[in-house]
C-alpha cells in the first residue's frame, strides 16, 4: 500500500493548533475532528466506527505486510508541550485471534530525542495501553522482569509498557508513532481516545501488592499456590521416599568394572567413556542441584513495600527473616540499572518453611531436601548450597572457591559478573592462596567430596564477532601499571626486540616500546593481512589461562591432594582458556544455556582434549507458576519444562565425554527479584513455598533414572 497524508480539520485534540500546544492533549482516532496530520504509511483505515462492548468508539486499522507498516500522528503546526504530563494513554484493541506487537516512540524535536516502547496486545477486549513519559524497567523496579500483562487496573484492563527506552524532552514533542514491525501478514488492531495524564499512577499501580504474605504473585492462580498456613503445611509436608544409593554408598553403578578403587572421588577413562569413579571404585554420573540453599528467598523490600500485599512485622518471631545487605557492584553489567537493590530484605522461603515445621524449621528442612533429592533421583549437592546437607553424608557433594580479594584485573568486553582476574598479580596468587585455604579447611578429609569449582563465568571473552580477542585487547588497554599488560608487552619484546619490528607485524605505527605501554591503547583487531595479530593474541589467551588454572591448581593441591578440581564453570570461553583448563584441571566444566549440552560448548574439541566434561548449571523456565521470568532458556508451559529437561539429560548422558549436569536452581527466585541482581525466574523443582512442582519433579525423576542407567 502507498503512504497516504491525511490532515483533518478542525480541532482533534480540542486545543487550537499552536506554536507549543500545553497541558494534558487528546486524540480520538475514532472520530477525527482536529487541526492534526494523521499519516498512514502502509497503513489503512477500513470499515466505520465501531463500538466496543463498553460503547467507546473505536477504528480499525490494518497494518500492511511491510518493512515497518505505521500511524503518525502529529499536530498541523507547532508541538505538544507535556512537561506537566506523565503518562500517555491509547485505548486499543486486537482484532485479531493472536497477539499483536505494537511499537511505540514518541518524537521529540532534537535528533535522538524519542522514547520508544514495544508491547504485546493480546487478542481478546478492548483495554487502555499506557505508555510512561520516561525511561522505565523492570530493572529499575528491582526485578529484571516485570509483571504479566495485561492486569486490572481498578476495574480497568490496562496494558502498561513496563520498559521504555530513551529520552525526550516533553515541552517539544512533535510526533506519535504506532507501528507493527514487519508483519508478514495484515494486522488489524482498533484505537479509540488518545490522550495524556500528570502524574504515573498505573506504573505504580502495576506493581503494587504483586506479591502476598507467602511470596507469591498475588493475581494469578496455578495448581501449586496456596493461600493459608493450613495448605502450606498439607502440600509441603507430603512424604517423598527417599531412593536408595545401593551396595554402593555414595550412588556409584556395579556395573562398570575394573575401575579404580582410590578412596577418593576420580576420573578415569574406560572403554572410550569417561567416569567419575566414587571412592569405592565404582562409575558416578552426576545428576546435581545448585543452590540448594534455604536461604534462597531473600528479595529486597526497603523502599517498595507497595509491592508486598502482607509483610510481616520485622520483630518477634518473624525478625529472624529480615536483615540488609548491599548488592551495588559499579563494576558488574549484573547490577546495573536494578532499582531497590540494598537495604533491608525479607526472606520469604524461609518463613515458609518456618510456618510448616516451627521450632526446628532448619533441620527438619534439611532433613525434607535430602529425602527429595534422593527421591527425584539426584546423587549430588552442587555449587552454592547449604554445607549441612554435605555433611549429612548422604549425597556426595561440590565445594565454590570464590578467589576475591583487591587485586588488578582486565576488562575482556563481557564483564556481566565483573572484570577478569590479572593472574600475574602477585595479589591474586595471595588471593587464590586465601581462598583455597578456606574452601578446603574442614573437607579435604572427606571423601563426600566430589571436588572443587573455581569462580564461576569468568569473563574469558567479549562479546561480538570480535569477541575472542576481548582479553587481548583489553590488556593492551589497561592501565600502564596493569602487571598483565607488563607480562603482554615483554613477550612482544622478547619476540619482536624492537617496536619497528612489531609495528610491521601488525600494520600499526609504533615508535616507542613506552607508546604501546599508554594507558587505554587501541590495539588492532585480527585480520588477513596481518595474520601475526591473531597468532600473538592466541598465544597471550594461552598464556593468560594457563596462569589462573595453574596458580588455582597448585594452590588445590598443596591443601587437598585428594579431591577434584573440576574447572571454572565456563559460560563464554576461547579455544586457547578451554585447553588451559583441561591441562591444570581434572574436569572441565561448562555451564550450558541451550536446549541440548552439544549446543553449549564445542563437543569435538573437548573430545580432542580427551578431558572429561561436568555441566555445571543447565535450567528451563516458563512463568505459568508465580515469577515473572522463563530463565536463561524459556518454553511455554510448565509441561514443556519436563519435556526439556529429559531430552537436555538423554543426551548429556549419552555422551562418552559428559560425566554429570547440574540444574540449576533447586527453589524458584523471588517474583520481586534476588538480591544479587534481580533475577526472577521460575526455574526452581519448588516454589518458593517449598511446595514441589509435581508434573516437573515426576519428569525429572523418570529422566534421572534413564541417565544414570547410561
Not at 7 to 24: E, I, S
Not at 696 to 705: D, G, H, L, S, Y
Request: charged share 20%; net charge negative; hydrophobic share 40%.
Amino acid at each position: 500500500m502507498k503512504r497516504h497524508l491525511l490532515t483533518w480539520l478542525p480541532c482533534l485534540f480540542g486545543l487550537a493548533a499552536c506554536h507549543a500546544t500545553a497541558g494534558p492533549s487528546v486524540v480520538d482516532l475514532a472520530s477525527p475532528t482536529a487541526t492534526v496530520h494523521l499519516t498512514l504509511d502502509h497503513v489503512q483505515r477500513t470499515g466505520a466506527v465501531e463500538q466496543a462492548s463498553d460503547g467507546v468508539a473505536q477504528q480499525r486499522y490494518a497494518f500492511q505486510p511491510a518493512g515497518h507498516p505505521q500511524l503518525v500522528i502529529a499536530l498541523a503546526d507547532g508541538n505538544w508541550d507535556w512537561s506537566t504530563q506523565g503518562e500517555l494513554r491509547l485505548r486499543v484493541q486486537n482484532a485479531m485471534p493472536w497477539a499483536v506487537t505494537l511499537s511505540v516512540a514518541i518524537d521529540g524535536v532534537k535528533p535522538g530525542q524519542q522514547l520508544q516502547a514495544t508491547v504485546g496486545v493480546p487478542a481478546g477486549p478492548a483495554q487502555t495501553l499506557v505508555i510512561p513519559l520516561q525511561a522505565t524497567s523492570p530493572r529499575g523496579e528491582g526485578m529484571q522482569v516485570g509483571p504479566p500483562m495485561p492486569f486490572d487496573d481498578h476495574g480497568r484492563p490496562t496494558l502498561l509498557a513496563t520498559t521504555v527506552q530513551g529520552a525526550l524532552d516533553l515541552r517539544h514533542v512533535t510526533a506519535v508513532r504506532l507501528g507493527v514491525p514487519s508483519p508478514q501478514a495484515t494486522q488489524t488492531l482498533l484505537f479509540g481516545r488518545v490522550d495524556t495524564a500528570s502524574g504515573s499512577p498505573t506504573l505504580r499501580h502495576a506493581y503494587a501488592g504483586i506479591v502476598d504474605r507467602y511470596g507469591q504473585f498475588a493475581r494469578a492462580k496455578w495448581p501449586e499456590k496456596i493461600d493459608s498456613d493450613a495448605a502450606l503445611r498439607a502440600r509441603v509436608t507430603r512424604p517423598d521416599k527417599a531412593g536408595s544409593s545401593g551396595p554402593d554408598p555414595y550412588g556409584g553403578r556395579l556395573d562398570v568394572h575394573d575401575l579404580k578403587r582410590a578412596g577418593w572421588f576420580h576420573t578415569q577413562k574406560q572403554g572410550g567413556r569417561w567416569h567419575l569413579v566414587t571412592p569405592d571404585g565404582h562409575a558416578f554420573f552426576s545428576l546435581g542441584v545448585n543452590a540448594v540453599a534455604i536461604d534462597g528467598g531473600r528479595s529486597y523490600v526497603e523502599g517498595r513495600e507497595f509491592q508486598f500485599g502482607d509483610l510481616p512485622p520485622d520483630s518477634g518471631e518473624w525478625a529472624a527473616f529480615y536483615g540488609s545487605s548491599d548488592s551495588r557492584r559499579a563494576d558488574q553489567g549484573a547490577s546495573q540499572g536494578i532499582g531497590f537493590n540494598h537495604g533491608r530484605w525479607f526472606d520469604f522461603y524461609a518463613a515458609n518453611v518456618y510456618r510448616v515445621d516451627g521450632h526446628d524449621w532448619s533441620a527438619a528442612w534439611r532433613k525434607r531436601t535430602l529425602d527429595r533429592l534422593q527421591a527425584w533421583g539426584f546423587n549430588t549437592v552442587g555449587n552454592w548450597s547449604d554445607p549441612a546437607l554435605g555433611q549429612a553424608h548422604r549425597l556426595p557433594y561440590t565445594r565454590s572457591i570464590n578467589i576475591a580479594g583487591v587485586y588488578a584485573n582486565v576488562a575482556s568486553g563481557f564483564d556481566y559478573w565483573g572484570r577478569m582476574p590479572d593472574p600475574f598479580d602477585p595479589r591474586f596468587v595471595q588471593a587464590t592462596e586465601a581462598a583455597v585455604t578456606k574452601a578446603s579447611a574442614d573437607v579435604r578429609d572427606d571423601p563426600w567430596l566430589l571436588g572443587y569449582f573455581a569462580d564461576n563465568e569468568l569473563a574469558w571473552a567479549g562479546s561480538g564477532p570480535q569477541g575472542r580477542w576481548g582479553l587481548a585487547l583489553g590488556t593492551l588497554a589497561g592501565d600502564a601499571k596493569s602487571p598483565a599488560k607488563q607480562e603482554f608487552i615483554a613477550m612482544l619484546r622478547k619476540q619482536y626486540v624492537a617496536p619497528e619490528t612489531l609495528a610491521s607485524a601488525w600494520g600499526i605505527a609504533l615508535d616507542s616500546w613506552a607508546a604501546l605501554n599508554v594507558t587505554g591503547f587501541a590495539a588492532p583487531v585480527p585480520n588477513e593481512a596481518h595474520p601475526a595479530i591473531a597468532a600473538d593474541y592466541r598465544a597471550w589467551l594461552r598464556h593468560y589461562a594457563d596462569t589462573y588454572f595453574r596458580t588455582v591448581a597448585e594452590a588445590i593441591h598443596r591443601h587437598d591432594p585428594h579431591h577434584l578440581f573440576l574447572g571454572g564453570r565456563f559460560a563464554v570461553n576461547t579455544p586457547e582458556a578451554v585447553a588451559a583448563c583441561a591441562q591444570y584441571c581434572d574436569v572441565v566444566s561448562f555451564n550450558i544455556y541451550a536446549d541440548l549440552p552439544q549446543h553449549g560448548f564445542d563437543a569435538a574439541a573437548m573430545h580432542a582434549l580427551d578431558k572429561p566434561v561436568l555441566i555445571g548449571e543447565f535450567h528451563f523456565g516458563s512463568d505459568d507458576r508465580g515469577p515473572f521470568g522463563k530463565g536463561v532458556v524459556s518454553v511455554w508451559n510448565e509441561q514443556q519444562r519436563g519435556e526439556a529437561y529429559a531430552k537436555f539429560m538423554a543426551a548429556a548422558a549419552g555422551n562418552p565425554d559428559i560425566v554429570g549436569a547440574h540444574w540449576f536452581q533447586y527453589t524458584d527466585q523471588p517474583v520481586t527479584g534476588r538480591l544479587l541482581d534481580g533475577e526472577n525466574s521460575h526455574i526452581g523443582l519448588v516454589g518458593i513455598t517449598d511446595i514441589p512442582f509435581a508434573g516437573f519433579v515426576e519428569a525429572v525423576t523418570a529422566a534421572n533414572r534413564q541417565a544414570v542407567r547410561r
